[in-house]
């Protein structure tokens, strides 16, 4: 069966210094049923990978010439819920945590704003809601304020070493 | 659970070194010990002591219970070990000071004070060694600090093992031949081991994150890291095993340790290009006093080497040693110590207090715990003081030096008053200081959120 690929290149965005992933999402809530995502970026996305896992993406990736990547991201047939992908464990293992509804860039923030802001946004979220955030280290500080206050998380370094991400689910830390 | 908590009894650490500064401030501007008295003289020694147990690795342990966690993101080991092992080093060093003055025969020698001071300090240097060793030991990959501060703890390793050896000898309980060649002659190298390798290379670990953190400048893994890590880590290990061996087969001391300060030299040069690089990539162009200050020192340690380079090719090291000891310990260490204690100082506290309330509660800014024009003039009295103190001992003014003690008391107990503020959180604006759920910290204790 061909797929039809929608295409979006973000490597302008990010060689800007932007955050591309709201540019990726709207991307991918315009795709139609069936539709699969042609996606260029200048770094492996990991994270994306388990997000769009729970959306029912398989990914397919590969380096392009002078360091780059492209990544196909096709509608698998089963249901996401019920996948379990071997070959890409983070994907199973956040596949059964909702989209974020929220992205924090908190790379450039000294310390311990970033951390701030992320318990203030998860207070005002719903129990269940997933926030995503960009870190420039392991937060050692959030973790145990996390747990203290109810929170799961998923969190580690991206392919390029420099960015942490973390996955916070409020008020899950009784099924994580 | 990941990730850090509080260390419980890193405040109480900091007291006390704050007050064994002020101790030793007070001797030398009394002008008790050095240079008034000899360099190896009974009087030098307690001050010596003092400081480097009372002062810098009470510092360096406080910080660590604190640091290492964070570094290896793994909680430490025991968070209830550190209050006897202050107990125990305190004791010793307590012990010590008393042993040193029976040698001078101002205390009567009837109590084994040198005996207890090794059983004491040995006890308390090893729990602080396993608490911390575990906390590494825990964690699946070392970063670069972390490596520089393993080779810091192995240091201090040899430093304590070394005291016990030369208070044995000295208190008349050991009479084993080796010991004795080792406490006539070793104590050069019971000094590199405790000031080059337990708190330079410590402090060199932890600068390379802690500027990293507040300048927003990024991690260094350079290979110039890699080689002052690795260099400096022969030094230590040549000076060290090499010296111990050259002292029991009678060889060439001042040989080994002139090729191990070659090694430390090229080391320091290469964590001075790294530090300059930090400072040039950082992403915040204006930075906290902390790191400014920060920079005094890592100037005062450019100074040392320069010093040192000047010295050794005029042959006048030997004549100005305690010159070279003394910007070493106060411009270096205990200026970096100072500096650094008050950015943790305001970040715990902060934490402490308002960590439990973010987001639920309208809370202060770490920064509004403090006051920086304030604090600052205390740290210029202060390096201004250490750099003419300095200058006196070289010049052999000792009364302009025991002036240049006074005024570095005066200083500490300036910068000391800052710190016990931002602990009270006396500066932060009353409507925000105590939000509903907020615990006010304790001034010596701080409540973890252990779990």
Sequence with gaps: ?176 | MFGASLSRWSMSYFAAALLSLAAAEILMALGYGYPQAALQAPETLVLVHVVAIGWLSLLMCGALFQFVPVLVAQPLHSNTLPAPTLVLLVAGLASLILGFLQLAGQVDPALPFFAFAGALLGAGFALALWNLGRTLWAAQTLPMPAQFVVVGLASVGATVALGIIFALVLGGVATYGPFVELTATGLPLHVVAGLGGWLTFTAIGVSYRLLAMFMLAPELERRSTKAALYLGTAALALAFVGGVLAVLLRGNLAFVLLAAAGLGLVALALYGADVVHLYRARKRPRIELNSRMAAFALASLAACVVLIVVLLALGRLTDHVGAVVFLVVFGWLSGLGLAQLYKIVAFLTWLECYGPVIGKAQTPRVQDLVVEPRAIKWFGLYFIAVWAGTLALIAGYPPAFQACAAAMLIATGGIAAQLARTRRLSDVAAALRLPQGAKRPGLLFSHSHQT
């Design chain 1, 1 to 176: 069966m061909t797929i039809e690929f929608a295409e979006i290149d973000v490597r302008p965005t990010l060689r800007a210094g932007g955050e591309p992933f709201e540019e990726i999402m709207k991307a991918v809530n315009t795709l139609a049923p069936g539709q699969g995502l042609r996606l260029l970026a200048t770094f492996k996305p990991v994270p994306l990978f388990s997000v769009l896992g729970a959306k029912g993406y398989g990914h397919e990736e590969r380096e392009l010439e002078g360091g780059d990547w492209e990544v196909l991201f096709r509608p698998t047939s089963a249901a996401p819920a019920a996948q379990a992908r071997p070959s890409a464990a983070q994907a199973a293992d956040a596949a059964d945590w909702p989209e974020p509804v929220q992205h924090l860039d908190n790379r450039d923030l000294d310390p311990p704003e970033p951390m701030v802001r992320i318990l203030a946004a998860t207070e005002a979220m719903a129990k269940g809601e997933v926030l995503s955030a960009l870190l420039c280290r392991e937060p050692t500080f959030l973790l145990p304020e996390l747990a203290k206050r109810g929170h799961a998380w998923r969190g580690g370094f991206e392919p390029d070493g420099k960015s942490y991400q973390i996955l916070v689910r409020v008020g899950a830390a009784a099924q994580a």
